[in-house]
């Protein structure tokens, strides 16, 4: 006989059976524990403080904040100078040769790959666009937006404020200065060749009018989250790829299944115009009109690999990784050697996966070139036992010609169909998705899913808005068995609000508790920090998003520490420490923006003409700008000790 529903939750809230109840699954469930007390709190076993800092409190402004006795320096804002012979930021008249040489739009994943003690270089995603707030000149007279101001000018600036920025970082004193090194490099939609590899290489479903081979892209959209390999090179994740494209398919095209399922295409079978819930790119490019070029957004949803140390080497995009939403892609040496990815797909219902390479990790860096190509891709499914891996592997199970699988390219094109057949577990949105450096647990990131109308395990919330942190524990540190155990380690929310239905440590403080996990980072202690994104959904909270640090050991168990706070309508993310954990790097995506959302603090609708505020700059010629920013404690020692 199966336990009931709020039996199994309850079991999967703590491993230590430390939870006192309130009542069912709708009920606020605190973790016990000690009070809060700084530098006080420690974990089990007597170990060091899990973090001395004072917590800053929730608000929202126009401003960033960072806890006491830290400062946080702009390093990059939208438009500074990355390649050599960069032109001065004009935001009135952009170009795309000169944004292809400029730090780019909404900056997410942040990544470090150390070349000397003095000198590193930073890899930055750029995720998506806002017409809105970048192009002044895209305003009437009357003030209000009009997209039949869009030229082609506009669509090349925005393809060359996408993808990725390679910047050489050198040591200043107590501060990392970018310069203009020989190794900086731009990634973007607007020229840059990207191969692919992997089984869906060459493949016919992706072979396109410009690529007949079907080998070779322009680009790289959607960068999101990210990882790094133990070799050195960086991992940028396309997520939601469906926005580039527009147009509509027959019903009985071989493609439309696929595309329906990614949102490429409508459910309805309506064809979209440029413009319309998507951007406008299609109007001058047509490889961007799925109806003229049907194979092209097979193209996208990929893992890419750059290599940050030869700005002449080809990005590949690794297809044996799966293609969807892709949030993330943080790896794990395991303990036999061979490589695993964790990756979540960041959509309502969607799925979690992981990668474990075939061959071992080499300490020849040459030997891992082509590592990522080979492997087994699984997809989890949680029960109450326990969680399993799932192969999607061609010719298992489901995955025949009978349900339109004639290869591993077809599995790995439709990975998300695969997972669907499969059974896999649909999750809250999961995002970034990290495993601890040392003991075997695996951290996922459920953001939220206001659309579920049914729990699961794992997933327990119905209208789920605040989101959930869950916890995998591969057995005996073995992070490519086939089964886990896991746990839920925090239902995120406010807490004492029966209708939120969260669970935290039962001491937790004022500004400890957060919404909406997204981005996650370990610092070289081991210890949790998690950002936020609440998008429009941030008035159910009352607060900017902002980065936390996250007990999970211990007395304290379940009790997060507000660090710093975002600018109004901004996103936190990227967190990434140096090795030596004395500086941080944050991205701090969209300011002013989150949907174009009214604020009533600020008593107006952001624009390009009129924004909410001019973060970062506050200069009435400057627009409000995403930007990474560096965080450095004042006494030169280490972040959160």
């Known amino acids: 006989m199966s336990r009931p529903f709020e039996k199994i939750v309850e079991a999967r809230l703590s491993r230590r059976s430390i939870l006192t109840g309130l009542g069912g699954v709708g009920a606020t469930v605190m973790l016990s524990s000690c009070g809060y007390s700084g530098a006080g709190l420690g974990s089990a076993g007597g170990a060091a403080p899990a973090f001395a800092f004072t917590p800053i409190s929730h608000g929202i402004d126009d401003r960033h904040h960072v806890a006491p006795?830290?400062?946080?320096?702009?390093?990059?804002?939208?438009?500074?100078p990355v390649m050599p012979g960069a032109p001065a930021f004009d935001p009135m008249n952009q170009t795309g040769e000169a944004q292809s040489k400029q730090f780019g739009y909404n900056c997410d994943f942040v990544g470090l790959i150390p070349v000397s003690r003095d000198r590193m270089m930073l890899g930055v995603n750029h995720e998506y666009v806002l017409p809105e707030l970048m192009f002044p000149d895209l305003y009437g007279a009357d003030g209000k937006?009009?997209?039949?101001?869009?030229?082609?000018?506009?669509?090349?600036?925005?393809?060359?404020?996408?993808?990725?920025?390679?910047?050489?970082?050198?040591?200043?004193?107590?501060?990392?200065?970018?310069?203009?090194?020989?190794?900086?490099?731009?990634?973007?939609?607007?020229?840059?060749?990207?191969?692919?590899?992997?089984?869906a290489a060459g493949h016919a479903r992706m072979r396109t009018v410009a690529d007949p081979a079907g080998r070779t892209v322009i680009g790289t959209y959607g960068n999101c989250a990210g990882g790094l390999t133990p070799w050195g090179t960086y991992l940028t994740a396309e997520e939601n790829f469906d926005f580039a494209f527009s147009g509509g398919l027959a019903a009985g095209h071989a493609e439309t299944v696929n595309h329906r399922r990614f949102g490429v295409v409508r459910e309805d079978g309506k064809p979209t115009q440029p413009g319309q819930g998507k951007l406008s790119w299609a109007a001058f490019d047509p490889r961007f009109d799925v109806g003229k070029d049907p194979h092209e957004a097979n193209r996208f949803g990929w893992i890419v690999e750059i290599d940050a140390l030869n700005p002449q080497a080809l990005p590949k995009k690794r297809t044996a990784?799966?293609?969807?939403?892709?949030?993330?892609?943080?790896?794990?040496?395991?303990?036999?050697?061979?490589?695993?990815?964790?990756?979540?797909?960041?959509?309502?219902?969607?799925?979690?996966?992981?990668?474990?390479?075939?061959?071992?990790?080499?300490?020849?860096?040459?030997?891992?070139a082509d590592l990522l190509d080979h492997g087994v891709l699984s997809v989890a499914i949680f029960d109450e036992g326990g969680m399993r891996w799932?192969?999607?592997?061609?010719?298992?199970?489901?995955?025949?010609?009978?349900?339109?699988?004639n290869s591993q390219a077809d599995v790995v094109i439709e990975a998300r169909r695969a997972g669907d057949l499969l059974g896999a577990t649909p999750m809250d949105r999961p995002e970034d998705v990290e495993a601890h450096p040392t003991n075997g647990r695996v951290y996922v990131m459920l953001t939220n899913n206001s659309d579920r109308d049914q729990a699961n395990v794992a997933n327990p919330?119905?209208?789920?808005?605040?989101?959930?942190?869950?916890?995998?524990?591969?057995?005996g540190g073995d992070h490519a068995a086939d089964r886990f155990d896991w746990e839920i380690l925090v239902l995120c929310g406010r807490p004492n609000d029966?209708?939120?239905?969260?669970?935290?440590?039962?001491?937790?403080?004022?500004?400890?508790?957060?919404?909406?996990?997204?981005?996650?980072?370990?610092?070289?202690?081991?210890?949790?920090?998690?950002?936020?994104?609440?998008?429009?959904?941030?008035?159910?909270?009352?607060?900017?998003?902002?980065l936390w640090a996250m007990e999970t050991d211990g007395a304290g168990r379940g009790t997060g520490h507000m660090f710093f706070r975002v600018p109004a309508g901004a996103e936190m993310c990227g967190p990434r420490f140096t090795r030596?954990?004395?500086?941080?790097?944050?991205?701090?995506?969209?300011?002013?923006?989150?949907?174009?959302?009214?604020?009533?603090?600020?008593?107006?609708?952001?624009?390009?003409?009129?924004?909410?505020?001019?973060?970062?700059?506050?200069?009435?010629?400057?627009?409000?700008?995403?930007?990474?920013?560096?965080?450095?404690?004042?006494?030169?020692?280490?972040?959160?000790?």
Request: one cysteine or more; a negative charge; aromatic letters at 8%.
């Open 580 to 641: 030596d954990g004395r500086h941080l790097f944050l991205a701090i995506q969209h300011p002013a923006s989150d949907g174009m959302v009214e604020w009533p603090e600020f008593g107006r609708r952001s624009t390009a003409v009129d924004p909410a505020h001019r973060w970062p700059d506050f200069k009435p010629d400057m627009p409000p700008r995403p930007s990474v920013v560096v965080v450095r404690k004042d006494d030169g020692g280490v972040i959160g000790v």
């Open 390 to 405: 799932v192969p999607l592997v061609h010719g298992t199970g489901p995955l025949t010609a009978e349900n339109g699988f």
């Open 498 to 546: 029966p209708k939120v239905g969260a669970r935290w440590n039962a001491e937790i403080s004022d500004s400890g508790w957060f919404s909406c996990p997204d981005n996650c980072a370990f610092d070289p202690a081991g210890r949790l920090w998690i950002a936020t994104d609440q998008g429009s959904n941030w008035p159910n909270s009352g607060t900017a998003d902002g």
């Open 69 to 80: 006795g830290y400062t946080a320096d702009i390093l990059l804002r939208w438009g500074d």
């Open 321 to 368: 990784l799966g293609r969807f939403a892709h949030e993330g892609a943080e790896t794990i040496v395991n303990r036999d050697g061979r490589l695993v990815v964790y990756m979540g797909d960041d959509a309502r219902h969607e799925y979690l996966y992981r990668f474990v390479s075939r061959d071992r990790v080499s300490d020849d860096r040459a030997a891992n």
């Open 145 to 199: 937006f009009d997209r039949s101001r869009y030229t082609q000018r506009h669509s090349e600036v925005e393809r060359a404020a996408v993808g990725i920025s390679m910047t050489e970082l050198r040591r200043d004193g107590a501060r990392w200065v970018p310069v203009a090194g020989a190794m900086n490099r731009k990634v973007d939609m607007l020229s840059t060749r990207v191969g692919v590899s992997g089984p």
């Open 461 to 475: 919330r119905i209208a789920n808005r605040d989101g959930q942190i869950v916890e995998l524990i591969a057995p």
